[in-house]
């Protein structure tokens, strides 16, 4: 069974960069056919896909987003993470990693909620 | 970009009642649509993709139909435990991703 799970900082400053990490357990992250996808939810809000990379290291990122992501992937600690730069109180939201499969998410992690405040 | 809409934002039902719920692209997508169930503090959980593939271990009174620009997410007989939030989700513009903007099911 696969699993996910996020990591890293509750609380971010304004103008600091948001870093988050995922570990994949239960399979390997180099295994071909799968993608691996950050997706965040604003509180009360729906869902936004802000993007995803190839275990090869291939990215797509979401067009609004793109200028400030970054997501890279380490296949040695099967992790794969997400840095978003610049961030305001607009970036507030519980993000999520995913596994992609063909053309939708098949596991998601619990989620992690991340506050800009200074 | 693809805009999805999907409707109704909100809906109360019966417990056995039939659910349904829509999504409209603006503009053809073929059958690349999925639906998500999402349950408060909780990830979304895959139920159906391409359009009308039930995912393994979802209760098949969850279906999905439709392809081109119009879909339906259908529980044929709703439950308790089918209180969530519900999502469809688009691929067709890829490498983009965008999903609906979520219909919140309740118990009458």
């Known amino acids: 069974q696969v699993q996910l799970q996020e990591s890293g900082p509750g609380l971010v400053k304004p103008s600091q960069t948001l870093s988050l990490t995922c570990t994949v357990s239960?399979?390997?992250?180099?295994?071909?056919?799968?993608?691996w996808s950050w997706i965040r939810q604003h509180p009360g809000k729906g869902l936004e896909w802000i993007g995803y990379?190839?275990?090869?290291?291939?990215?797509y990122y979401n067009p609004s987003l793109k200028s400030r992501v970054t997501i890279s992937v380490d296949t040695s600690k099967n992790q794969f993470s997400l840095k978003l730069s610049s961030v305001t109180a607009a970036d507030t939201a519980v993000y999520y990693c995913?596994?992609?499969?063909?053309?939708?998410?098949?596991?998601w992690g619990q989620g992690t909620l991340v506050t800009v405040s200074s | 970009d693809i805009q999805m809409t999907q409707s109704p934002s909100s809906l109360s039902a019966s417990v056995g009642d039939r659910v349904t719920i829509t999504c409209q692209a603006s503009?053809?997508?073929?059958?690349?649509l999925n639906w998500y169930q999402q349950k408060p503090g909780k990830a979304p959980k895959l139920l159906i993709y391409?359009?009308?593939n039930l995912e393994t271990g979802v209760p098949s009174r969850f279906s999905g139909s439709g392809s081109g620009t119009d879909f339906t997410f259908t529980i044929s007989s709703l439950q308790p435990e089918d209180i969530a939030t519900y999502y469809c989700?688009?691929?067709?513009?890829?490498?983009?991703?965008?999903f609906g903007q979520g219909t919140k099911v309740e118990i009458k």
């Open positions: 239960g399979g390997s992250i180099s295994s071909g056919g799968y993608y």
């Open positions: 989700q688009q691929y067709d513009n890829l490498p983009s991703v965008a």
């Open positions: 391409d359009a009308s």
């Open positions: 995913a596994r992609g499969r063909g053309n939708c998410f098949d596991y």
């Open positions: 503009q053809d997508i073929s059958n690349y």
């Open positions: 990379i190839y275990y090869s290291g291939s990215t």
